[in-house]
């Protein structure tokens, strides 16, 4: 049986970051489609790719925009961003915008291919210390008693998910560990989302650690075994 490819768009305008970029998906058995710009990416979008690499130096672009595009037209292309260091705020927008994971630049050799694996696997990885900057962003944006009594609140179930959201955990594994079916927890997210006013996962993540509803890290990198 022939293998399969797993093609993997990689959308970047400096050139050095799609070289190492193909050479880093290539050692995890990944085959690189490089795509120079957005208008690239859109004639590379009916190739069957498997995931989509997206570098935030676009040129033709605003990169955020691009992945919040992309993460809307084509839900089951997922997005992996990549960023340079000490562009905190848009590594927060870029995953607020539906990126399922997010890299610095020089961790591409060592990291993107088994971050590629994680989120087919439903996981949503990020370089050390970017978990910080989403702690940071709740800190800096307090909700106010008036805000917290404007919010309907969440049943224990709700707030069982939305923790389970919080750790990085897909629907299914959701469903396993609560112990209900794929279509309840989508029940369960969809009146969360409601109740809290968002729209996205990380919204409702970040709005539930400001009131007080989630505890810790979100998104935590998982333990290595």
């Known amino acids: 049986m022939e293998a399969q490819i797993r093609r993997v768009l990689v959308v970047a305008a400096h050139s050095g970051v799609r070289s190492a970029a193909a050479r880093a998906l ?16 859109q004639l590379a979008f009916a190739l069957d790719a498997v995931a989509i690499v997206v570098h935030l130096g676009l040129k033709d672009a605003d990169p955020v925009a691009f992945v919040r595009a992309v993460s809307k037209r084509k839900p089951n292309l997922p997005v992996l961003a990549l960023c340079p260091r000490g562009d905190d705020e ?3 927008a870029t995953v607020r915008g539906g990126a399922r994971g997010c ?3 020089d961790d591409i050799d060592a990291r993107l291919a088994p971050s590629l694996d994680e989120i087919l696997g439903g996981g949503r990885p990020m370089s050390r210390g970017m978990a910080g900057l989403f702690l940071e962003t ?12 404007a919010v309907r609140p969440l ?4 707030r069982a998910v939305l923790a389970e959201l919080g750790r990085g955990a897909t629907y299914e594994h959701v469903a396993e560990n609560l112990g209900v079916s ?13 109740k809290l006013g968002v729209d996205s996962r990380v919204d409702a993540v970040l709005y539930g650690m400001r009131l007080g509803l989630l505890k810790g890290t979100p998104f935590p990198a998982p333990k290595s075994r």
């Open 182 to 194: 794929l279509n309840t927890v989508r029940t369960f997210v969809r009146s969360i989302y409601d």
């Open 155 to 158: 049943t224990p179930r709700e």
């Open 103 to 105: 890299l610095y630049v």
């Open 26 to 41: 290539a050692k995890g058995g990944f085959v690189a489609q490089p795509c120079a710009s957005v208008r690239d990416a």
């Open 90 to 92: 848009r590594v927060v």
């Open 138 to 149: 709740v800190r800096r944006t307090r909700v106010s008693s008036q805000q917290q009594k």
